[in-house]
């Protein structure tokens, strides 16, 4: 499976933004975000399952994970960021035998 994800980028505290990931199959996957601040490990951001079940980390429920299982894209909506979202965001798509993971995108949150 392969990940590339787009829409990162600067944006005041606050803002907005919406990360995509197109994935090149996503049939049978869980899809989700992880992110990785400078210093700290990679950690669990959001996720969807192939039913349309979706979970959060309690940080980020201001986000909103969606996924569209016609184009194999997995978005995530970012509303009320804060400098503590600032992080190389992943796309990650897994089942119960292999995990795949996207180049990133940055996010950073700056006035």
């Known amino acids: 499976v392969q990940l590339v994800e787009s829409g990162g980028g600067l944006v005041q505290p606050g803002g907005s933004l919406r990360l995509s990931c197109a994935a090149s199959?996503?049939?049978?996957?869980?899809m989700g975000w992880y992110r990785q601040a400078p210093g700290k490990e990679r950690e669990f951001v959001a996720s969807?399952?192939?039913?349309?079940?979706a979970n959060y980390a309690d940080p980020v429920r201001r986000f909103t994970i969606s996924r569209d299982f016609g184009t194999n894209t997995v978005t995530l909506q970012m509303n009320n960021l804060n400098t503590e979202d600032t992080a190389v965001y992943y796309c990650?798509?897994?089942?119960?035998?292999?995990?795949?993971w996207g180049q990133g995108t940055q996010v950073t949150v700056s006035s």
């Open positions: 199959q996503s049939f049978g996957y869980i």
């Open positions: 990650n798509a897994q089942n119960a035998a292999e995990s795949y």
């Open positions: 969807m399952t192939s039913r349309g079940i």
